[in-house]
């Protein structure tokens, strides 16, 4: 099977970031595995393989080069060779078995005057190598000024579930090493470990590699442009001819759209359709055949990490529920393990999602499915039930955060009640409820806005998160009480546009009045006292909603022009692609970049390293936008706000992930990527949420729940009119704050 070509332009100044103003990728693929434009290219040597016949480099190189042998054992390979040619003797039994080097291959090399490319060796003459090890949180750093290509000393190339063998050699071409930065080790490589991944040794004619550099297909490595400038070059290495022709291959994951290309006219409706049918197709929605792998095993699995559902299994209707999603964490194979919680704000998210589309696509599936995990979420899991459902216990109609816990008190999750997580999952219940056309989770979602409301202070701010046990200790008049400005819209915002959804159905005035306070104090106090999370523009991104909602229950001049300025504060930084670029904040932030090389992968993190890093974060910020400014459009018709939304619309289906090989994430959207690339790429620092993780709530859930309400051309906002959540309100009111 023949690689394709992949063209693209670097845009310039891509190593710094004050200059990257981007000449665009440009991504020319015609269909997988296609002849290289090179295809045929004669050389005066051969190049000689020692390969398995389905090794990524093996595949690639002999679609581009006619004088090419493959040999089953370096021995067969260093025989077959005349005088001159370049053998490359790959890893066989990777990652288990580390391949032996008979000194006599030296010998013999030397006497033919053989160029020797040998990877992953049990043992080299004159080369101590010890046992083979796994990397954590290392990547890949340049250290040579060899490669050319705009590889250059510093970069960082990631080889994903690397295993290699420790050698001492010196002045590698590339070393692996726990670093910091986006593309760069902006730290450098003195303070840290490091270990040689390339070398030269033999007077300059044998490269030895101490891990599976030719599995680059097959274990994802990025950035893949850069993996094809070192393939280049080692090849043209072997063959003594720097006119051999460029390497290229089509990553096994990838963005469905090149930046350039012509979208389909019903692009939306596809990305919409294989957006949804990615719950089922990744089998994150859990069936009862399985189900004790989610009770039983993912519980010795550290944070309930662990591997994917296979894929031969069934999938579940929604009656037990949805898994988070994967992890950043890529093996060596390519595949990703799932994050084994049942979280409330997934569900919830997913439920609302599933049922938008089944009403945008005319699907009865998907609405069937949204009523099942909504019925299991909000009547049987332990995340609403419990001391949730006691109108005695201070935390009556608050959601937990996940299932986990078989007591409250242990304290994992299952009581701790974020703000931000509860109101999410209430407007996926509100989305759900109405493109159902069904009642019964209203009361639900009425007790949990006021449970959220009454453990909220006068001015209209919450604690970020609340415990189980202090609640119990404190009581929530306590919470009540609390005025103490807390300025983080990640945290704060979508509780208020919860409760101006809740004064429209109920007419409760203190909704709208703390509402519009608490907006009101956030406007003035930024930027300089706003507390961001991961970056400034998701914070931006969160307030669009609110302000949308605080429009419509009360159109003013200034209540416009706050939704306005906030819009074009975010709006500054979104590129001709239609990609919103991520952003830090002048003070510090709660998760910022990592400030040594020692703190990379140890907590939660931006996946910019310094603002100018052409990043797009869909987990935190692009998501949230995407909602935020349908919904502004919606209330306002200001087409600032419907250009911006329709430019980042397809900007998300061209970046959706095409994936053949690996059918569990065709269709997804992971959390980063790099519009000047376009590739999904970032720093992946954050210890748990990385560069290509994958929520099915905050990213999916979201993103297909705005492709299908432009499918319909209705917001969440006139969908959502005719709710009866107000009919239980005045007695939930009197029962949960009596005075």
């Not at 288990?96 to 060796?121: C, F, G, M, S, T």
């Not at 060899?146 to 290699?164: K, Q, V």
């Not at 303070?191 to 991944?197: A, G, I, K």
């Not at 019903?266 to 009862?288: I, Q």
Request: aromatic residues 12%.
């Amino acid at each position: 099977m023949n690689y394709g070509t992949l063209v693209s332009l670097r845009s310039i100044g891509r190593k710094s970031p004050g200059l990257r103003v981007p000449v665009f990728l440009v991504l020319c693929i015609t269909v997988v595995f296609a002849l290289c434009t090179f295809s045929g290219e004669a050389f005066a040597g051969k190049l000689v393989f020692s390969c398995d016949p389905g090794n990524d480099v093996y595949k690639v190189v002999s679609a581009v080069l006619e004088n090419i042998d493959r040999c089953d054992i370096p021995e067969e390979a260093i025989e077959a060779a005349r005088p001159g040619d370049g053998i490359l003797i790959l890893a066989h039994g990777y990652p288990d078995e580390p391949v032996d080097i008979d000194p006599a291959y030296i010998n013999e090399a030397k006497r033919k005057n053989l160029r020797l490319y040998i990877e992953y060796p049990a043992s080299f003459p004159g080369i101590d190598v010890g046992a083979p090890r796994d990397t954590g949180h290392e990547r890949g750093v340049v250290t040579s000024i060899t490669f050319g290509g705009g590889l250059e000393p510093m970069d960082i190339l990631y080889m994903h579930g690397c295993r290699f063998v420790p050698v001492g050699a010196e002045n590698p071409l590339i070393a692996v090493a726990k670093v910091a930065g986006f593309d760069r080790a902006v730290y450098g490589i003195g303070d840290t470990e490091t270990w040689p991944v390339l070398f030269e040794v033999g007077g300059g004619d044998i490269l030895v590699a101490t891990t599976a550099l030719s599995r680059c297909i097959t274990g994802r490595f990025a950035p893949a442009e850069d993996w094809m400038t070192v393939w280049t070059w080692i090849v043209r290495w072997l063959g003594r001819d720097d006119t051999l022709p460029a390497l290229s291959w089509m990553p096994s994951v990838r963005p469905a759209f090149g930046v350039g290309d012509t979208l389909p006219r019903d692009a939306e409706t596809r990305a919409l359709r294989r957006g949804v049918d990615w719950f089922s197709n990744a089998r994150l929605l859990v069936h009862p055949e399985w189900l004790d792998v989610y009770t039983d095993d993912a519980r010795g699995w550290d944070d309930r990490v662990g591997p994917r559902p296979e894929l031969r299994w069934p999938a579940g209707d929604g009656s037990l529920g949805v898994l988070e999603g994967f992890s950043s964490r890529v093996d060596r194979e390519g595949f990703q393990q799932v994050r084994w919680w049942r979280r409330c704000d997934c569900n919830a998210e997913v439920a609302g999602a599933l049922a938008l589309a089944g009403s945008a696509l005319v699907d009865s599936r998907y609405r069937a499915t949204a009523g099942n995990i909504c019925d299991w979420l909000i009547g049987e899991s332990m995340l609403t039930n419990g001391s949730r459902a006691d109108p005695a216990h201070p935390d009556y109609g608050l959601y937990g955060w996940n299932d986990v816990a078989k007591y409250w008190r242990d304290l994992d999750g299952y009581a701790v009640y974020y703000g931000d997580d509860n109101a999410r999952a209430l407007l996926g219940l509100m989305a759900a409820a109405a493109a159902t056309g069904e009642d019964r989770w209203d009361e639900s979602i009425i007790r949990c806005i006021l449970a959220n409301f009454r453990t909220a202070g006068p001015q209209g701010f919450r604690q970020s998160r609340i415990n189980g046990p202090d609640l119990e200790k404190n009581g929530w008049r306590h919470y009540a009480a609390l005025d103490e400005p807390v300025y983080a819209p990640h945290f704060q915002s979508y509780l208020w546009a919860c409760y101006l959804w809740a004064y429209r159905h109920t007419g409760y005035a203190p909704f709208l009045e703390r509402s519009e306070t608490a907006i009101r104090m956030m406007m003035e106090a930024y930027p300089d006292s706003w507390h961001w999370t991961n970056g400034i523009q998701q914070e931006r991104a969160r307030m669009l909603l609110p302000l949308s909602w605080l429009v419509r229950v009360d159109d003013t001049p200034e209540h416009r022009e706050w939704l306005a300025f906030m819009a074009r504060e975010m709006l500054d930084d979104q590129a001709p692609c239609g990609g919103i670029r991520e952003e830090i904040g002048d003070n510090p932030g709660r998760y910022g970049p990592p400030a040594t090389n020692a703190d990379y992968g140890t907590n939660e993190a931006s996946l910019i390293h310094e603002n100018g890093d052409p990043l797009v974060d869909l987990l935190y910020t692009t998501n949230f936008a995407f909602l935020g400014l349908h919904e502004a459009a919606s209330a306002t018709g200001d087409p600032l706000f419907r250009d911006a939304e329709d430019r980042l619309a397809a900007f998300l289906c061209r970046i959706q992930v095409a994936s053949d090989d690996h059918p569990e994430l065709d269709g997804a959207w992971f959390r980063a990527f790099d519009y000047c690339r376009w590739e999904h790429w970032a720093s992946n620092a954050d210890a748990g949420w990385g560069a290509w993780s994958t929520e099915t709530g905050w990213t999916q859930g979201w993103i297909t729940a705005v492709l299908a309400l432009r499918a319909e051309s209705v917001s969440l906002w006139d969908l959502t009119s005719e709710s009866t959540v107000g009919r239980d309100f005045d007695r939930l009111r009197t029962l949960m704050m009596p005075e």
